[in-house]
């Protein structure tokens, strides 16, 4: 995430240390921050102030978006002593990260959840022929049918046009033009829903719609297409070997039982058989914690995996 | 899957073979058959008696396997491709030779009784070798 | 019980698997190939009759090996020899052969064992998207439930996913009790 920070009645040779220490502290810290100079419009704005005791303060106000989809701002204020050393500035970003993810990490489970639901379903009913535009009617991306296959033609590679769809709130289904298969990237549309599912936030009302039954895959999902990682794969390999429930998939993985949710969702979503049905036995038996052979075999692959990201990189 | 018929398939060269080996086993003391496969394992011909439980079809691909391991186990050990390779059993000895004319590469695999030791069975082998580079060199 | 840490490509001559070991193999892979006598079933100067052999040095002096078999079928009996110990196979096939489909079946039923554990993944090169459907379609058909990538044995990446997918496999295999 990109952030700008501005500073308020900040001499030259102010704002010049204060752009040095922002990139020293840049390593350490988890979002982009960008300095934009003398400037009131700023996610952080270190502003001077006087101290009571006649020396200056800074104060740091922060603009907090209250919802995604409105253009109110709550602000937070910070004091903090002057002159601002790099520790001083390192916790000032740090703490203003900190509120803003938990904003973030508020709101995930209202709008944007439904948002994305709402993006799937209007993606999974695109047709050849379609067109996605932005709002300056720019094309996004166009839809043919080869092979008894939707392709989606973009100049976008899938995640970032999915990162496009998911941040863009005015998008508008139209015609292709005819020039649109001349454009760099082309995958299935289920490579798109496919980003987008597991991308997705989840309510919580799914987690109670899932938790009821067993689920078992009955293929593999088309690495050709779709978007792998350790758990895509650890995931496909569990449910294709025997019915899971979602907390005995999570355990068996250690990993949330929403990223299984989100896995089981994205297979619905592309098309893949699964079946289902209510728990009425006991767990699944998972082996508790492996026996020494097994030990010493998950620790192979586990390095043969490392190895194998390492050469990859 | 696709089976695959005999490459060398010039029934000539085949009858040159068979003679060659025929004549080796009856001449020889001890040698219980030969076979003869071309180097990527398809059987050309051979003695073994009509009533034996050897699959000749598995025992050339074997025997092909046996000399390319041998030629990859002497290239590992740095040494020129091998020539033959001899296994030991209890009930006699199984000798490899690897030949190559211009043309063709072929494997000959001789099986001897268990009476037999290795400097006869040796020799006994190269003097079919002989015989069969000499069919190689001469066939056009 | 030894640490079983051995890799196995399978699959019809023309495939790929030579080359797919010498891609991912660290060092030089040895190989025991020879004139092939019988360029009408596949036009390529040489075939392996005994195995391919390469390996990949994980960080702590354990070693991943790799072995190929030789393709062709009257070199079926040297396959259970090579695959001794196998944890998973990579299938290679080409589908600019003929009969490539009814090759990939063949083989998945030569290492049944493997292909009942999930534990056969099939990697289809020269592949066209139409065949491809149609050979996960044969393959869900015949009642396997086997992974199926499209692959280019020259391709490090490519069979680096190939191989990733077979650790995932092997971990789940470990951890569930059946």
């Known amino acids: 995430m990109a952030l700008i920070l501005g500073t308020y009645g900040f001499s030259p040779y102010e704002r010049k240390l204060i752009q040095e220490q922002l990139k020293v502290?840049?390593?350490?810290?988890?979002?982009?921050?960008?300095?934009?100079?003398?400037?009131?419009?700023?996610?952080?704005?270190?502003?001077?102030?006087?101290?009571?005791?006649?020396?200056?303060?800074?104060?740091?106000?922060?603009?907090?978006?209250?919802?995604?989809?409105?253009?109110?701002r709550q602000t937070h204020y910070i004091d903090a002593e002057w002159p601002l050393r790099i520790f001083g500035l390192l916790d000032i970003v740090q703490q203003t990260e900190k509120i803003i993810n938990n904003n973030s990490a508020a709101q995930s489970g209202t709008a944007t959840t439904n948002e994305t639901a709402a993006l799937i379903k209007k993606l999974t009913a695109l047709k050849s022929g379609n067109a996605i535009y932005q709002l300056n009617n720019q094309l996004l991306a166009a839809l043919t049918e080869e092979n008894r296959r939707t392709f989606i033609y973009s100049r976008l590679p899938v995640s970032a046009l999915g990162d496009a769809l998911r941040k863009n709130k005015h998008i508008e289904i139209g015609n292709a033009v005819d020039n649109a298969t001349q454009l760099p990237h082309k995958y299935p549309l289920i490579a798109l829903l496919w980003d987008l599912e597991l991308e997705a936030d989840l309510p919580a009302s799914d987690l109670s719609q899932w938790e009821q039954r067993r689920y078992s895959l009955g293929q593999w999902p088309d690495f050709k297409w779709l978007r792998t990682g350790d758990n895509v794969l650890r995931l496909s390999a569990a449910f294709t070997k025997r019915p899971l429930s979602i907390q005995e998939a999570a355990t068996l993985l250690k990993i949330e039982p929403g990223a299984v949710i989100r896995f089981l969702k994205a297979c619905t979503t592309v098309g893949l058989r699964i079946t289902d049905t209510r728990i009425r036995g006991a767990q699944a038996r998972l082996a508790a914690s492996p026996n020494e052979q097994q030990g010493k075999q998950l620790s192979l692959l586990s390095s043969l995996r490392k190895r194998l990201k390492m050469a990859f990189s | 899957m696709t089976d695959s018929s005999n490459p060398l398939n010039s029934n000539t060269l085949k009858a040159a073979?068979?003679?060659?080996?025929?004549?080796?086993?009856?001449?020889?003391?001890?040698?219980?058959?030969?076979?003869?496969?071309?180097?990527?394992?398809?059987?050309?011909?051979?003695?073994?008696?009509?009533?034996?439980?050897?699959?000749?079809?598995?025992?050339?691909?074997?025997?092909?396997?046996?000399?390319?391991?041998?030629d990859g186990l002497a290239s590992q050990s740095n040494k020129p491709a091998a020539n033959g390779s001899i296994i030991e059993t209890n009930a006699?000895?199984?000798?490899?030779?690897?030949?190559?004319?211009?043309?063709?590469?072929?494997?000959?695999?001789?099986?001897?009784?268990?009476?037999?030791?290795?400097?006869?069975?040796?020799?006994s082998l190269n003097k079919v070798v002989s015989d069969v580079l000499a069919i190689l060199e001469n066939y056009n | 019980m030894q640490i079983q840490n051995k890799v196995l490509f399978i699959g019809p001559m023309g495939a790929g698997k030579t080359t797919a070991i010498q891609t991912l193999s660290d060092d030089v892979a040895a190989s025991t190939e020879v004139q092939n006598s019988n360029k009408e079933m596949f036009n390529k100067e040489t075939t392996t009759v005994a195995m391919d052999y390469g390996a990949?040095?994980?960080?702590?002096?354990?070693?991943?090996?790799?072995?190929?078999?030789?393709?062709?079928?009257?070199?079926?009996?040297?396959?259970?020899?090579?695959?001794?110990?196998?944890?998973?196979?990579?299938?290679?096939?080409?589908?600019?052969?003929?009969?490539?489909?009814?090759?990939?079946?063949?083989?998945?039923?030569?290492?049944?064992?493997?292909?009942?554990?999930?534990?056969?993944?099939?990697?289809?090169?020269?592949?066209?998207?139409?065949?491809?459907?149609?050979?996960?379609?044969?393959?869900?058909?015949?009642?396997?439930?086997?992974?199926?990538?499209?692959?280019?044995?020259?391709?490090?990446?490519?069979?680096?996913?190939?191989?990733n997918i077979l650790i995932a496999n092997l971990e789940i295999e470990i951890s569930i009790d059946d």
């Open chain 1, 25 to 72: 502290i840049d390593s350490k810290v988890a979002c982009q921050w960008m300095y934009a100079g003398e400037t009131t419009e700023a996610a952080l704005l270190l502003a001077k102030k006087p101290c009571h005791k006649g020396t200056q303060a800074v104060q740091v106000r922060l603009y907090k978006p209250v919802d995604k989809n409105s253009e109110s």
């Open chain 2, 17 to 70: 073979f068979r003679e060659a080996l025929k004549s080796a086993t009856k001449g020889s003391s001890g040698m219980e058959f030969l076979l003869m496969a071309t180097s990527d394992g398809y059987a050309l011909c051979d003695t073994i008696s009509d009533g034996s439980n050897i699959n000749r079809d598995s025992l050339a691909a074997m025997a092909a396997s046996f000399a390319g391991i041998s």
């Open chain 2, 92 to 123: 006699g000895l199984l000798v490899c030779k690897q030949l190559k004319s211009n043309r063709h590469e072929v494997v000959l695999l001789g099986a001897f009784e268990q009476s037999t030791n290795h400097g006869i069975a040796l020799w």
């Open chain 3, 56 to 163: 990949i040095q994980l960080d702590d002096n354990q070693r991943i090996h790799l072995y190929g078999i030789p393709g062709q079928k009257h070199f079926e009996p040297v396959w259970p020899v090579v695959a001794k110990g196998a944890i998973g196979a990579i299938l290679l096939v080409n589908a600019s052969q003929p009969n490539w489909q009814q090759d990939t079946l063949y083989f998945i039923k030569a290492f049944d064992m493997l292909a009942k554990s999930n534990s056969i993944l099939v990697a289809a090169n020269r592949i066209t998207d139409e065949q491809h459907d149609e050979l996960a379609e044969l393959l869900d058909q015949q009642g396997y439930c086997l992974p199926l990538l499209t692959t280019d044995p020259r391709f490090h990446d490519e069979l680096v996913l190939a191989l």
